[in-house]
């Protein structure tokens, strides 16, 4: 259950208390330089809030991502005939388009900018690529070139790569799984002209496919089986400045901080 604390706006006027020295003072008492990571300590659901009574989206959202992915990465692997992406484009229509698109939506009624933006943007991704095949397979518009294609992704893979940096002191778990996926779109987009580069983009595909779905049951059966408690690791990452305050929240609700997922108040990733 979420604990009864101040508001973010008081908490973010607590570390900005000035030190004197350019620094800032937390509600514990330590003077630290304010590091990305507050942003995720400082976001605290109260019972009030819309995000307290609704149910954390980020596992389905991760579910539909990794199945979509993982279809289409069979015709690049060569596992299955070059046909399955035709099979692909209505699961990217609806499952890895519209249903991650909608997942990133509640993210917003939650208040998790990061997961609504990186949801939205995916399911926009499946969406976009699913009717561009409609369209140029039905001869409605013409097939883009090579550099075309070789620009979108890479494009992809720019804005994958910049969701990875807001990952960075979350959880292993979301930087291998954001890592992964720059690195499949610089290989797809390699790909386009060279056979071998567009094969170890579609393993890395499927890699990271694997990922977002361990990611996703993990919150699944820390909730259902654990009751909110995070026994499936996802690696949690502790900055140093941040190890007191992990210490003291844990005192208080007699949770170890080893059990503690970052970025919630509930015990569930940000994503």
């Not at 883009?144 to 778990?173: H, K, P, R």
């Not at 060279?194 to 990922?211: E, M, Q, S």
Request: proline letters at 4%; aromatic letters at 14%.
């Amino acid at each position: 259950m979420a604990h009864e604390l101040p508001p973010p706006a008081v908490m973010r006027s607590q570390r900005n208390m000035s030190s004197g020295n350019g620094a800032t003072n937390d509600a514990f008492g330590n003077t630290d330089e304010w590091q990305p990571i507050d942003y995720w300590y400082n976001r605290v659901l109260s019972k009030s809030s819309p995000a307290a009574n609704t149910a954390n989206p980020s596992a389905l959202g991760l579910i539909a991502f990794g199945y979509t992915t993982a279809l289409l990465q069979g015709a690049n692997t060569v596992w299955t005939e070059a046909s399955t992406t035709y099979v692909t484009i209505a699961f990217a229509l609806f499952f890895g388009g519209l249903v991650q698109l909608l997942a990133g939506m509640w993210e917003f009624r939650r208040n998790n900018m990061f997961a609504a933006t990186a949801l939205s943007s995916y399911g926009g991704f499946w969406l976009s690529y699913g009717i561009y095949v409609i369209l140029t397979s039905g001869g409605v518009i013409p097939e883009s070139g090579a550099e075309g294609l070789q620009m979108m992704l890479s494009l992809w893979g720019i804005l994958t790569f910049f969701f990875f940096l807001c990952t960075i002191g979350l959880n292993v778990g979301l930087m291998v799984l954001f890592s992964s996926l720059a690195i499949t779109f610089f290989l797809l987009a390699a790909g386009v002209t060279n056979h071998r580069a567009n094969k170890a983009g579609g393993y890395f595909g499927v890699w990271t496919a694997g990922v977002a779905w361990y990611i996703a049951f993990a919150e699944l059966l820390n909730e259902v089986w654990f009751r909110g408690r995070v026994v499936i690791p996802l690696g949690s990452v502790t900055w140093p400045n941040r190890r007191h305050e992990q210490s003291v929240q844990g005192k208080s609700d007699g949770m170890p901080s080893s059990q503690r997922s970052i970025g919630s108040a509930q015990g569930q990733t940000v994503v």
